[in-house]
């Protein structure tokens, strides 16, 4: 299994980024995907996840509103859009996933048994 997380880069805060993830290796659809960051100093948090079908999400209180996850299961690919970004956005964000069943949904990391080697969000002041 492979998980090609891409997109990070810096922006300005206020400004919007949008991280995708490629996975291979696996049933794509039946597979939960998630999003967790990783700042500077700090354990790693969830973001959000989306269940198989994308019709069940989860989303960290710190990004509701304004970080948005997708997928398109016939690209083998999780997107996140992350809008009106703040400098405490400023993480490295990986890409997991998790092939217990695809409508269940953890929001915990050691649920997840497939990483991407992450990317770098950097957003300044």
């Known amino acids: 299994v492979q998980l090609q997380a891409s997109g990070g880069g810096l922006v300005q805060a206020g400004g919007s980024l949008r991280l995708s993830c490629a996975a291979s290796?696996?049933?794509?659809?039946?597979?939960?995907m998630a999003w967790f960051r990783q700042a500077p100093g700090k354990e790693r948090e969830f973001v959000t996840a989306?269940?198989?079908?994308?019709?069940?999400?989860y989303d960290a209180d710190s990004v509701k509103g304004r970080f948005t996850v997708s997928r398109d299961n016939t690209k083998n690919t999780v997107y996140l859009q992350m809008n009106s970004l703040k400098p405490e956005d400023t993480a490295i964000y990986y890409c997991?996933?998790?092939?217990?069943?695809?409508?269940?949904?953890?929001?915990?990391?050691?649920?997840?048994?497939?990483w991407g080697q992450g990317t770098l969000v950097t957003v300044s002041s």
């Open positions: 290796g696996l049933i794509f659809r039946s597979s939960v």
């Open positions: 989306i269940s198989g079908s994308g019709g069940i999400t």
């Open positions: 997991a996933a998790s092939t217990v069943g695809p409508y269940y949904v953890p929001r915990v990391g050691t649920e997840y048994r497939y």
